[in-house]
C-alpha cells in the first residue's frame, strides 16, 4: 500500500480515502478477517459490497445488491411515467 501511495504522489494524483474501499474474493478458509489495509495512517474500509463503475459488486460475486439497487431505480422512473401519463391523459380529455 504503501507503494501505491508513492505511486498516486509521484504522479500527481490524488487518493480518496472516504470513497475507498476493499473487498477480499475467495473461499472462507482462505480470508484472514483481522487484515486491515492502511494509506498515509488512515484505515481503508473492508466492505461486503461496492459500487465500481455503476455496478454494485459484493464478496461473493453475487448480484442480488445491484438488482436490488437497479430494481429501485427504475420503480422511480416507473412512478415518474405513470403520473406522467395520466397527466397527459386527462389534458386531452379536456
Sequence with gaps: ????????????????????CYSIFGGKSK??????????????????CCK????LIDC?????NHINYIYNKLIKFVSIFTKLEANLVQMFLK
Design 52 to 55: 465500481y463503475l455503476g455496478i
Design 31 to 48: 480470508i484472514n478477517t483481522r487484515l486491515r489495509l492502511y494509506v498515509d495512517g488512515q484505515e481503508v474500509q473492508k466492505t461486503r
Design 60 to 64: 461473493k460475486l453475487k448480484w442480488c
Design 1 to 20: 500500500m504503501s507503494q501505491l501511495s508513492e505511486w498516486f504522489t509521484v504522479n500527481r494524483l490524488s487518493l480518496n480515502l472516504s470513497k475507498t
